[in-house]
């Protein structure tokens, strides 16, 4: 049995649709799916915003534990950003495009204390890998391809693609992609580190829908405080050790943490 208290009704599904996007919550996971498959789920301005609407609703919704973004349709998660609206713009409406997404989006995603999987049935360029990166895990299906093809345009990644990047396949293999613009197979993904695990496309969901299954077992304190912790792990100065130290600790205190440790210590499996 899990320290998580299942809700009292597991089939009760909450949808929410917007214009863009579809958000559903069954059995404590949330389904998010990007609703533009004659764009190729192109992340435009509208779907931005609602993408930031639902993530707020998602954080504050208790019988959401963990979340999967995905696309509708099999051919593309996200096929990059809407570049149409681009034209025309000038430097300082380019930052404030890239600052808003960041804030509001990406980094929102990166900082959520819910486990996000990207559940990848396709194409995931420019913007689309962006979204993918900020998630905490990555399953695509083996159909998917991925890159950033924006140099071909005259522009880098803009919602931290050259930053995320780096951090799981190296400076020297976000440097080949960023800079040829070439897409990459899912099973080269893989290879480099980029996703965690590939399966075909009729399993994506049910595969990404176990990982975190296997998550809903442990105590939710724990992997909220792990997620904080291990992003601590890019601050400068050794920082990130001290506030392991910090958070270690501060589990102590908590109610799951001396139910787990007393279910251990008897041989049994933790109460709810």
Same mark, same amino acid.
């Given at each position: ?17 917007? $214009? ?62 809407? @570049? ?8 300082? $409406? ?25 559940? @990848? ?56 992609? @960023?800079?040829?613009? $070439?897409?990459?197979?899912? $099973? ?85």
């Amino acid at each position: 049995m899990s320290i998580f208290k299942k809700r009292q009704n597991p089939t009760t599904m909450d949808t929410h649709y917007f $214009e863009n996007i579809a958000f559903t919550c069954t059995n404590n996971i949330g389904i998010l799916s990007i609703r533009r498959p004659n764009k190729m789920n192109a992340l435009d301005a509208q779907t931005l915003k609602e993408l930031a609407d639902i993530l707020i609703h998602i954080e504050e919704d208790r019988d959401c534990w963990g979340l999967i973004i995905t696309g509708m349709g099999e051919k593309a998660f996200a096929a990059g950003a809407d @570049i149409s609206e681009f034209y025309g713009k000038s430097q300082k $409406e380019g930052q404030e495009i890239a600052q808003w997404g960041q804030k509001h989006v990406f980094d929102k995603i990166e900082n959520f204390q819910k486990p996000v999987i990207a559940a @990848i049935n396709g194409y995931a360029l420019g913007g689309g890998l962006e979204l993918a990166l900020a998630c905490h895990l990555r399953i695509a299906s083996k159909n998917a391809e991925m890159g950033f093809p924006e140099v071909s345009l005259g522009l880098i990644p803009g919602y931290g693609g050259t930053q995320r990047l780096p951090a799981l396949v190296g400076k020297g293999k976000a440097m080949e992609m @960023i800079l040829t613009g $070439e897409r990459i197979s899912a $099973e080269d993904a893989y290879q480099w580190g980029l996703i965690n695990e590939v399966t075909g496309i009729n399993d994506l969901v049910h595969k990404t829908k176990e990982k975190l299954n296997r998550m809903f077992l442990h105590s939710r304190t724990a992997l909220s405080t792990a997620i904080k912790t291990i992003h601590a792990s890019t601050l400068p100065n050794n920082k990130g050790f001290q506030i392991e130290i910090e958070n270690f600790g501060k589990l102590f205190s908590t109610s799951e943490f001396e139910e787990g440790v007393a279910a251990f210590l008897e041989k049994r499996k933790p109460r709810s």
